[in-house]
């Protein structure tokens, strides 16, 4: 995954980067220096991110949204 796709899917999800930080357990700074491609994203994270996306109400829930 791409820094691109995921800071796109990161606004998909109605998420800020701290809100997604705390989402999967990161701090926010780690979460930036994904997004603006400083560091890789690791896989686990990637696909974490990508069960995300597929299961939208599933990102809802665990960031404290009825969706």
């Known amino acids: 995954m791409t820094p691109q796709h995921l800071k796109q899917a990161r606004q998909k999800l109605g998420l800020s980067q701290q809100k997604m930080a705390d ?3 990161t701090k926010l700074r780690t979460w930036q220096d994904w997004e603006y491609g400083v560091t890789s994203v690791p896989g686990p994270v990637s696909a974490l991110f990508r069960l995300l996306l597929h ?6 829930f665990l960031a404290g949204r009825d969706t």
């Open 23 to 25: 989402l999967i357990g």
């Open 55 to 60: 299961y939208k109400s599933a990102a809802g």
